[in-house]
Each structure stands twice: as structure tokens, then as C-alpha cells.
């Protein structure tokens, strides 16, 4: 009998409570290794939660989380990160009037951090050095995205389209394997949505990256996805192949609004 690998990622029982109001509960999941799994459901689902769960930005108020086999379940964010987790936020967060490179190297001090980074780029901004080359890494990341020419351009010179890439391969320079993407297709056109399925597609396959994706587009996430779990009023309603979940009755009352 071939055994199977261990999970990357596994959320056991997981719960989620503010000042009282449940958010999360009694959410398990697993994500192998290479894996894409799409996260959806309605607004106020939970998915946005779960996510900082997972990332470590928010305490779990129940359950457990284990990533690459060791319990996570308390560590802090910054540690997360450093045993490669990295999340791609939906905001464009970046600088405009630094560099593509020096945006990137953000992740990279974000990796060497002994403390948060994500809430803290003014710390991370004087962490950085002055007029130095790019870090390979830097490199690595940006030719990975598609920028690999980009690197000395100011941010506040680039399209939508490309400044998604910058945050995407911030992300990338602290070399993850599990990757949480917020709504990585918002605001791309139909043609850059494609785009964005194949160079996830392609990390996946050059790096073997795992992925968590919450996203809205449900055509680019059944397309995207190797499974799909459904939230709704913060519990897993559904966990399945793509094509399995949008024929479940449950998750077309809920969440399909019975179309």
C-alpha cells in the first residue's frame, strides 16, 4: 500500500470567536503538498479569518493547526512566515516610490524578522540597506513573476496588472511552500486572470508550492483548483473536487442562491 504524504497544512477543529461572536467553528481541513485548494462563500463566511488564522495575524480561539507536521497552533506570525508561509494580500500594499526591487525585499526582510513584519513596514523600510545590488533571491522572485527587467522601475509607474505581480513575488523572495492568496484576481481583466491561473500553475509545478486561495471569481477558482471547501456562516459546508462541490445541493442553496 503507497503511503500517502503528510499534509502541509492541517486545521483540526479550529474556532474563531470575537467579544462573543462566533466567526469560525469546528473548520478542519488539510492541504498536501502541491496542492491548490480554493477557499469561497458568501461574505461574512469566514474566509478572510481563516485565512489570518492560518497565517498567525489572529489567534484560534479552539482547535489546533499544524503546518509541515509540527504544531503551529501558537507560534507568531513572523515565525510562520519564516517556516514558509507567506500570505499575497488583495490590497496592493506596496510602496510607489521605491523601487520594484527594494518592494521585493520586503519578503526577505520579513523572513530574517524577529518580530511581525507585515504590520510593521516602517521598521522594515530602515531594516533595509541603501544603494545595494539586488539580493539573488530579489532576482529570483522577480524573473519568476515576469519582472525580471523591472526590478529599478518605481512602483508608482506600473499597471494594476504589474503591481499584483510586485506583491506576488514579495511573497516569493522568502522562497514559502504554502502560499495565501487574498483574492488574488481582483480587478484583472478576463485576460490577466488567465494569466495569473497559469503562473500560479507554473510555480506549482517549478517549486512544487502549495496554495490557500479565497476568491470571489468562482469560474477562475474551479478552473484554478485542485479542491474546493465552501464555507457559510463560518463552518465547512463542503470540501471536494471542483465540479463535486458546485453539484452539492447545500452549496447551491447557500452560496449559488439556489441558481
Request: proline share 5%; hydrophobic share 45%; net charge neutral.
Amino acid at each position: 500500500m503507497t503511503q500517502q504524504p503528510l499534509p502541509l497544512l492541517k486545521l483540526a477543529r479550529v474556532g474563531k470567536r470575537y467579544a462573543g461572536l462566533r466567526a469560525l467553528n469546528d473548520v478542519s481541513l488539510q492541504i498536501a503538498p502541491g496542492e491548490i485548494v480554493g477557499l469561497v462563500g458568501p461574505n461574512g463566511a469566514g474566509k478572510s479569518t481563516l485565512l489570518q488564522l492560518v497565517a498567525g495575524s489572529q489567534p484560534v480561539s479552539e482547535g489546533q493547526i499544524w503546518y509541515a507536521g509540527a504544531p503551529v497552533t501558537r507560534l507568531p506570525e513572523y515565525r510562520r512566515a519564516r517556516a514558509g508561509v507567506a500570505r499575497v494580500f488583495q490590497d496592493i500594499s506596496n510602496l510607489e516610490q521605491w523601487s520594484v526591487s527594494d518592494n521585493v525585499e520586503l519578503g526577505l526582510a520579513a523572513q530574517r524578522a524577529t518580530r511581525s513584519a507585515w504590520g510593521e513596514l516602517r521598521w522594515l523600510a530602515g531594516a533595509l540597506p541603501n544603494a545595494r545590488p539586488a539580493h539573488p533571491l530579489t532576482l529570483q522572485a522577480l524573473a519568476a513573476v515576469g519582472l525580471a527587467e523591472s526590478g529599478a522601475l518605481r512602483v508608482a509607474s506600473l499597471s494594476h496588472w504589474q503591481r499584483r505581480l510586485v506583491t506576488f513575488a514579495r511573497a516569493l523572495a522568502s522562497q514559502p511552500r504554502l502560499l495565501l492568496l487574498d483574492e488574488p484576481f481582483g480587478g484583472l481583466s478576463l485576460h490577466e486572470t488567465e494569466l495569473m491561473i497559469e503562473m500560479i500553475r507554473r510555480l506549482r509545478q517549478d517549486h512544487g508550492q502549495s496554495f490557500l486561495v479565497v476568491e470571489h471569481n468562482l469560474d477562475a477558482v474551479v478552473d484554478l483548483s485542485d479542491r474546493i471547501v465552501v464555507l457559510h456562516l463560518g463552518e465547512k459546508i463542503a470540501d471536494d473536487a471542483p465540479q463535486r462541490v458546485l453539484a452539492d445541493a447545500r452549496v447551491i442553496d447557500v452560496y449559488l442562491g439556489g441558481a
